[in-house]
């Protein structure tokens, strides 16, 4: 979240269209900070794009005779993605995605039909990772400023506990982005590797 992800989607897209090869874009129907039939960036950059509930109305809607295809918050799509974007590199095409490797309890995203995660996707990808700042204000009035890695989800203010919704979409009211050290989740289960070296409470 915050880490420039649509902007550098939009960057990359508008790349390959400045030299002349046109781009299909789609993108899950429940993002609808903006527009549903719109790609838009925090700071306002917009690309045009056909609204998917999965992959197979991607699969019915691509013009296959096109050489890039742009998908953005695969996330919420369902597990089948893999295999529609490792067929189309395979056939030489350009396929940009772009969506969050994790959710807000720090775990890889699930497909929407929690048969694999978005990490399986970026595994055979040529991938870039990017990085928001952690907007955590410390005790002194100051933003931690650390790389963040982590989507801090909100209810009323407060971190959501683990058993919320996985997929929730929002802007800055609902998330803020936070390192490892300010990422909290109410009710997560501990991980417990060596209970020997627990200290003891």
């Not at 915050?2 to 429940?30: M, P, T, W």
């Not at 490797?101 to 970026?122: A, C, I, Q, T, Y």
């Not at 982590?150 to 998330?175: H, T």
């Amino acid at each position: 979240m915050f880490s420039g992800k649509s902007e550098e989607f939009i960057r990359r897209i508008r790349r390959h269209e400045y030299a002349g090869r046109k781009a299909q874009l789609f993108k899950s129907f429940l993002d609808e900070r903006y527009f549903v039939d719109q790609i838009a960036s925090h700071n306002g950059a917009i690309l045009p794009c056909i609204p998917i509930k999965s992959t197979e109305e991607l699969l019915s809607k691509l013009d296959f005779n096109l050489p890039v295809f742009g998908i953005e918050e695969v996330q919420f799509l369902d597990s089948r993605i893999i295999e529609a974007c490792r067929y189309l590199a395979d056939h030489g095409k350009i396929v940009i995605v772009s969506g969050l490797s994790m959710n807000f309890r720090g775990e890889p995203f699930s497909f929407s039909d929690k048969k694999d995660h978005v990490g399986s996707l970026f595994a055979i990808s040529v991938t870039t990772t990017l990085r928001a700042i952690c907007t955590y204000v410390n005790g002194d009035g100051r933003p931690c400023g650390r790389e963040a890695d982590m989507s801090q989800r909100l209810i009323n203010g407060q971190p959501a506990p683990y058993d919320a919704s996985e997929v929730f979409v929002g802007g800055r009211e609902s998330y803020e982005a936070r390192c490892r050290g300010h990422h909290f989740v109410p009710r997560r289960p501990e991980i417990v590797l060596w209970p020997d070296l627990v200290p003891s409470q």
